[in-house]
């Protein structure tokens, strides 16, 4: 018998390879490949539009681009008359493939965890996104703690195992959150002797602020140790690692960014004054729905915001939330992205992106480094993505219209010069897996567990034998 679950593993399994790319198709875009792009509308992002542009790639990287631009001989080529190229789309804040829950809610600090720990390649929400224009996501731990697990960026390489989603040389960060999520969670025990601090606002920063302390101590003992060493002492003995503050030191040194989940603006405040007591920088404050108060704070101390397009009024903390808040913060000169917080919203960012030109008459290519080049500076990865120039890895979305208009649709996505997704692939591919699908339901049918046997009938019967011999 196939069990349900099995059944229900095995369709996921068929979807999911139905729509890998095939391995001949990475062969044949292998390292030394090029491949060009023609004809093309070409939204570089930072260095204007170019009509009836040429992308040359090799390597998988951007080896030339223009309006006249020489076609190596023997490269692969694109025709895209007739559509458009940006920068892969860059979420900053996501939550997909990661294996079990977003959350280690056991306690209040929880730096040691990690989501490169969990990642889940097979997770369909992966292809998903690059059917969206997603190449890069930002994976965040949750907002359940005052100090959470840490990220891992990646790059939507569908196909790959979880150690190939991971985006090289990206810079590390760890997830901080505010307000109503992380006082909310200690809030579970019926007994308040059970209950896990903190439970107020004034608790949460608390417990980074103590934290930081105790970082910052440790870090002194490091310091001295490895002076100690440098001294010539070799009787000096190593302290002991603590995995959850050496996240929080390489925050103090500035080798791991906060991306801190935050709602209200006097709550922003709090982390900002907090940070530049312990003089570190918050890299991204993600939601900031009342950014737009605090704009010249946060551009003052560096921060970047990463918000919503108009989500507002789904919890108290948020009802001052206006759909203005990205343009507003942006006029004020702090580096803002769109986010997706959601599997569903990170298939359409572009559409999210083309809100503000609504709300808040932010221009088309304004409005496009909202979800390419500003969320790549708020990352530390804009040396290598973001934006359409020589020498930035290949990641590219092709459309059939303007992506601000909400007719694009994405018809091929490029993560390093690979095709990892193709729209007419794709839909020659449904009816096949249909079938597959199907097939799989008929196999479970048939092998379905089956009826009990029917007892015996005991009941006396009427002779039928035939009478006559010659009719037995």
């Known amino acids: 018998m196939i069990r349900p679950f099995v059944l229900a593993s095995t369709l996921m399994a068929a979807s999911a390879g139905a729509v890998a790319p095939a391995s001949a198709q990475a062969t044949a875009q292998a390292a030394g490949a090029v491949t060009a792009i023609r004809n093309a509308t070409i939204l570089t992002v930072t260095k204007g539009t170019i009509e009836k542009g040429t992308i040359v790639i090799r390597n998988g990287k951007i080896a030339a681009v223009g309006a006249n631009v020489d076609v190596p001989r023997g490269a692969t080529e694109i025709d895209a008359t007739g559509l458009f190229v940006m920068p892969g789309i860059i979420d900053a804040h996501s939550h997909i493939a990661i294996d079990g829950s977003v959350n280690e809610l056991s306690l209040s600090v929880t730096s040691m965890v990690g989501v490169e720990d969990v990642l889940e390649p097979d997770d369909i929400d992966i292809y998903r996104g690059l059917a969206g ?17 840490k990220n891992a960026v990646i790059k939507l390489r569908w196909g790959k195992d979880a150690q190939g989603l991971l985006f090289e040389g990206a810079m590390p960060g760890i997830k901080f959150a505010l307000g109503e999520n992380p006082k909310r969670s200690g809030q579970s025990g019926g007994n308040a002797a059970d209950r896990r601090y903190p439970v107020t606002r004034m608790g949460v920063i608390d417990v980074i602020r103590e934290a930081f302390v105790e970082a910052r101590a440790y870090q002194a003992k490091w310091r001295a140790y490895e002076a100690a060493v440098k001294a010539g002492d070799r009787a000096v003995q190593a302290p002991r690692r603590d995995l959850a503050l050496e996240p929080l030191v390489e925050v103090l040194e500035g080798r791991r960014l906060v991306h801190a989940h935050a709602y209200r603006a006097d ?8 940070a530049e007591e312990f003089r570190f920088r918050v890299a991204t404050l993600q939601h900031v729905l009342e950014g737009y108060k605090v704009a010249d704070e946060i551009a003052k101390h560096g921060a970047g915001a990463s918000t919503f397009s108009d989500w507002w009024g789904y919890k108290y903390e948020v009802v001052d939330a206006i759909p203005y808040n990205a343009a507003l913060m942006t006029e004020r ?3 803002v992205s769109i986010n ?3 599997a569903e919203e990170h ?8 809100k503000t030109i609504k709300y808040g008459g932010l221009t088309e290519e304004q409005a496009l480094k909202l979800v390419t080049i500003n969320p790549a500076i708020q990352l530390g990865v804009d040396k290598r993505v973001g934006s359409i120039e020589v020498g ?7 459309y059939n219209a303007h992506p601000l208009s909400t007719f694009a649709v994405p018809q091929q996505v490029l993560i390093d010069g690979v095709v990892y997704f193709d729209r007419q692939k794709d839909l020659q591919k449904r009816e096949a897996r249909a079938r597959q699908k199907q097939a799989l339901k008929d196999k479970e049918k048939a092998g379905s567990a089956p009826a009990r046997p029917t007892p015996p009938d005991t009941t006396p019967k009427a002779e039928t034998t035939p009478g006559r011999e010659e009719d037995r």
Do not use: C, M, P, Y
């Not at 298939?347 to 083309?354: G, I």
């Open 133 to 149: 224009g997603v190449t890069v996501a930002n994976v965040l731990h949750g907002s359940g703690n005052a100090i959470g697990g």
């Open 267 to 274: 709550e922003i405040l709090q982390l900002l004054r907090l």
């Open 333 to 335: 000169g702090v580096v």
């Open 340 to 342: 997706s917080d959601s």
């Open 347 to 354: 298939r359409h960012l572009n559409q999210e992106a083309a």
């Open 392 to 398: 930035k890895d290949a990641d590219l979305v092709l």
